[in-house]
């Protein structure tokens, strides 16, 4: 396939996952009102179209290894592009991120992020935003459920090196929560930005826990640790050369 074809590809598949994105946010949008299960449902079924899409428009298959946890933990997870969040989340039962206060104001993602339980937060303010959540949880205002984070902030093109930020720290000793790590390999096909998508296997890897506890220096250096040793691994199965 020439290089000109897959670009083709690559923008009908860009077009029709935003316009997939309206469709689904529309039709279970009073759903969503009503009930959070709508907004959780509405989250699940367009993780699962684009998934399902990937692979016929532009060649990408995924594959979700280990096991996704179901009670509540702090996930932990490499961050490459926007595929490893729907993999992630399609693969929980109840996720929900640290979003930027500002994404509020995004059509569709403002709305059904405050709905699957999202916490929303202004730059500088993510310690008071955490109090809120575990006090909401505690006194049944908020359902709990699988908290995903990005310990390095931002995503991180594979071959780049970027620190791990002390924020997933602190955040895993308020919660009390295990941490499970995450993996990836999703940016060597789908990019942390442009249009072009690669034919390839996306994988995504549930690491084994670590436990609620550690002290955070202690929990900061297993988890990248293994997270990057992993995810190394896997950009090398996927014929990236780090």
């Not at 109840?94 to 405050?114: A, C, D, N, Q, S």
């Not at 310690?127 to 984070?149: E, N, P, R, S, T």
């Not at 390839?200 to 220096?217: D, M, S």
């Not at 293994?226 to 691994?233: A, D, I, L, P, Q």
């Amino acid at each position: 396939m020439t290089h000109a074809v897959q670009w083709i590809r690559s923008l009908i598949f860009l077009v029709t996952i935003y316009l997939g994105m309206a469709v689904v946010a529309i039709a279970f949008l009073p759903w969503a009102i009503v009930s959070s299960k709508g907004a959780v449902a509405a989250a699940h079924a367009y993780c699962r179209m684009v998934l399902w899409l990937a692979r016929p428009m532009v060649g990408i298959k995924t594959e979700v290894r280990g096991t996704p946890p179901t009670d509540e933990v702090v996930i932990a997870a490499k961050h490459q592009s926007f595929l490893d969040i729907l993999m992630i989340y399609s693969s929980v039962p109840h996720g929900k991120f640290i979003m930027k206060r500002e994404l509020l104001w995004t059509p569709f993602v403002g709305i059904y992020g405050l709905r699957i339980g999202c916490v929303p937060v202004n730059r500088g303010k993510r310690g008071a935003a955490i109090k809120k959540m575990v006090a909401d949880v505690a006194a049944g205002k908020q359902k709990g459920g699988q908290l995903i984070i990005y310990p390095q902030g931002t995503r991180v093109p594979p071959g780049v090196v970027k620190p791990y930020k002390v924020g997933s720290a602190v955040l895993y000793k308020e919660l009390g929560q295990d941490c499970v790590p995450v993996a990836c390999n999703v940016g060597v096909v789908w990019p942390k930005t442009g249009i072009m998508y690669h034919p390839g296997t996306a994988v995504v890897e549930f690491l084994p826990r670590i436990p609620a506890g550690l002290q955070p220096e202690e929990m900061m250096k297993q988890l990248e640790g293994v997270v990057e040793t992993r995810s190394n691994e896997l950009m090398r199965e996927a014929g990236f050369q780090i």
